[in-house]
T-cell receptor
């Protein structure tokens, strides 16, 4: 158990719908990262937050957005869903400090999204 | 752009043999290289990592080597066991404390008893 929790574990929805994925980082971790894992694209970085502020953006579609709340949990919102958005969505967290070991990103169990 | 290539995509070994997975990164500014193991239905789990100021790191049966000049890094697993069977991902990052990870495409390792 990494200490990172994600809900829900599975999500089935229809095209055009909107869903929200939730992530709680490990206690003490300030940084949250979202990754998408699909069969054809592998593990792709979407977005990073650090202590409530957006730090970096990767291959995140405009239909997708995220935020990190004052209690450091994060939500990834996916809207106008398409069949191709079906994938595993992982959240990771890290301390993001300078000491050795604080760079480690710990991954949650993921949310499996199926768009029908 | 940033890219990490990983080979082989699948690897089958007999229990007790060694397994080697190789990665090449494109961004010379990369300085942190973790390896993750992903079992079916689970999230990636860090098994070992190396920073660019170190050439080799070992943890029991697992070792990682880094050649900064060639921009190569490799994972070595000795005395493989059936429970080592999983998908292994290499990754690279430009700033070891805060940056995103660029992942390789994964290697499915199967260890036969």
């Amino acid at each position: 158990d990494s200490g990172v929790t994600q809900t829900p574990k599975h999500l089935i929805t229809a095209t055009g719908q909107r869903v929200t994925l939730r992530c709680s980082p490990r206690s003490g971790d300030l940084s949250v990262y979202w990754y998408q894992q699909s069969l054809d694209q592998g593990l792709q970085f979407l977005i990073q937050y650090y202590n409530g502020e957006e730090r970096a953006k990767g291959n995140i579609l405009e239909r997708f957005s995220a935020q990190q709340f004052p209690d450091l949990h994060s939500e990834l919102n996916l809207s106008s869903l398409e069949l191709g958005d079906s994938a595993l969505y992982f959240c990771a967290s890290s301390v993001a400090g300078l000491a050795v070991g604080q760079e480690t990103q710990y991954f949650g169990p993921g949310t499996r999204l199926l768009v029908l | 752009g940033e890219n990490v290539e990983q080979h082989p995509s699948t690897l089958s070994v007999q229990e007790g043999d060694s397994a080697v997975i190789k990665c090449t990164y494109s961004d010379s500014a990369s300085n942190y290289f973790p390896w993750y193991k992903q079992e079916l239905g689970k999230g990636p789990q860090l098994i070992i990592d190396i920073r660019s100021n170190v050439g080799e790191k070992k943890d029991q049966r697992i070792a990682v080597t880094l050649n900064k000049t060639a921009k190569h890094f490799s994972l070595h697993i000795t005395e493989t066991q059936p429970e080592d069977s999983a998908v292994y991902f290499c990754a690279a990052s430009k700033s070891y404390n805060t940056d995103k990870l660029i992942f390789g495409t994964g290697t499915r390792l199967q260890v036969f008893p």
